[in-house]
């Protein structure tokens, strides 16, 4: 996969994004990733439980994968009695934890609460949804490895489109950070209670202007901006980026062809000393 370390943010971002295609590509033909794949696409479709998923050592591999929670494959008890709860209970496991991608694991693979079978499994445009997630999930996650400022605008990116209230942004540690950033807002308001802080956001910024890529864009460049000179990250604000397609080879056999982006000034009007205060 390619590198972003060494970079400014803006410009590690904006090289994750012409690339994005072919590095999903690169993804799929992982070794490792090509056996979960074919796994997932083999058997998902006959498992009715959430006991038959946590049995099936690769399929459930793929999933926690899938929404990021590798980190939690082992606690495979917990993720049963999540995945069987009512989440109508709000006594229920699945209400009762604060990782929100463990909801949305919950809500998308959709078993029915005590444990039996879900609706979704078994579709075709719904296999090559999850496909597309662990992907996506793959190279973001490689990306992010060597830069922090661009790991967090990825995954900001990522998830615009779904933030419905300033309560999605600060359950969300990244989306939280980005946000602190991107409007000026010290680090230290997370110690504010959580009312005051979603009435000083949303003086700040419409949240409904994130359903509009521009706007996104906007916050990318800005945080960039402030990121970088509050980390000390050296960026330029106007690059040349030569991406070198066919002689260079990149992760798994992948390779590019010449062909140049030129990065225009990131902070769309606004300085990181001007912004964040």
Do not use: C, H
Not at 34 to 42: G, L, T
Not at 180 to 208: M, N, S, Y
Not at 229 to 250: D, H, K, R, Y
Request: no cysteine; charged share 25%; net charge negative.
């Amino acid at each position: 996969m390619i590198s972003l370390g060494g970079m400014g943010t803006q410009v590690a971002v904006k090289l994750f994004d012409a690339t994005r295609d072919k590095q999903l590509d690169l993804a799929a033909s992982n070794a490792l990733n090509a056996r979960q794949i074919e796994a997932f696409e083999e058997r998902i479709g006959s498992i009715s439980s959430p006991q038959e998923l946590i049995a099936d050592t690769e399929v459930y591999t793929f999933v926690m994968r899938a929404f990021d929670l590798e980190d939690q494959i082992f606690g495979k008890a917990m993720i049963r009695k999540t995945l069987e709860s009512d989440i109508t209970d709000s006594s229920a496991l699945v209400n009762r934890l604060s990782d929100p991608k463990i909801r949305d694991m919950y809500l998308t693979l959709g078993f029915t609460p005590g444990g039996g079978s879900s609706a979704n499994l078994d579709k075709v445009d719904w296999q090559a949804e999850m496909i597309e997630r662990f992907k996506e999930r793959f190279v973001l996650n490689e990306a992010g490895e060597d830069n922090e400022g661009a790991r967090i605008a990825l995954e900001f990116k990522a998830k615009a489109a779904e933030i419905d209230s300033w309560l999605d942004v600060l359950k969300d540690e990244d989306l939280g950070k980005f946000m602190r950033r991107a409007l000026g807002v010290p680090d230290e308001a997370i110690q504010v209670d959580l009312d005051r802080q979603i009435a000083l956001f949303e003086q700040k910024f419409d949240i409904e202007k994130l359903q509009d890529p521009a706007e996104v864009d906007k916050l990318v460049s800005r945080f960039s901006a402030i990121y970088d000179a509050v980390e000390g990250v050296s960026s330029s604000s106007s690059t040349v980026l030569s991406l070198m397609q066919g002689a260079v080879s990149i992760g798994q056999g992948g390779s590019f062809t010449a062909a140049t982006i030129d990065i225009p000034t990131i902070t769309g009007g606004y300085s990181a000393s001007s912004v964040y205060r």
